[in-house]
């Protein structure tokens, strides 16, 4: 049996231990939180940027080389030729910057594989068909433009909206992480105040009821001795605060129980004292 103030002190601690798992269970899962938040706002949306960038570029190129076709002069070619090489300046650009936000070696490696290689398919094809407008072959160049250039720079999109579509599923499904994360934590939040609030309860109706019947017990002895009833021995199984309490009733009630013996004792010496003088 624990004592009234060993059970007080016990529910500090199991108190103070539910506390520190609440903050340490919080910390980790919020980190966790943290950590999906900076992927989906940083890292996710920085690569769908880079890639709507990407698609937007390799777009204008396409359109520049099909307006070079038109063009009357060299000049002209020549400035819509080094606004396709410009344009693939910034490409090459938005890649490298891509390459340093993918985090593991697979995601590397396959980037290199289908883009870069698809890329190192195509710019050679677009490469030759301005060398062509430069020398002034106009037909060859349009027809190489229809055969393999547009194929080509087709086969570019479709993987850039194949990995945006990608992208955006990747951030949708993290996003979605978040709120599951942000919604298991306010769960668990909820359900620890309310076990703590149970066994709060729980413990105040234990120690209540505790002084109930330890004052009740207290209560009773100290009526039996106003009675003069001293017979009834003062029992305690329990050790707790108010065993000193009974015990000292206890001591009284002996002491008393002694000075009632000796007063009656003496009662009686007096009154045989009595009879035998009269």
Known sequence: ?????????????????????????NWVQLGQVHELARSAGTVKVLQLELIASTELKVT?????????????????????????QAK????????????????TQQGRDAFQRDWLQLQAVTWPVAVANIDMLREGKADEAKAMMIEKTIPAFARMQEWLGAARAAQGKELGTEVEAIGTAVDSIRLYLAGLVAAIAVGLLAFSWSIARTLRLRVTVSQEVADRVREGDFTVVVQDPVRDEFSPLLQSLSTMQASLTEVVGTVRANADSVATASAEIA
Do not use: P, W
Request: aromatic letters at 4%; hydrophobic letters at 50%.
């Open 88 to 103: 693939r300046a910034q490409i090459s650009k938005n890649d490298d910057d891509y390459l340093k936000e993918i985090t």
């Open 60 to 84: 204008q190129v396409l359109s520049d080389m099909r307006q070079a076709l038109v063009m009357r002069t060299a000049a002209d070619t020549e400035l819509a030729a080094q606004g396709i």
């Open 1 to 25: 049996n624990f004592s009234i103030s060993a059970r007080l002190y016990l529910v500090s601690l199991v108190l103070i231990a539910a506390l520190t798992a609440l903050a340490i269970s």
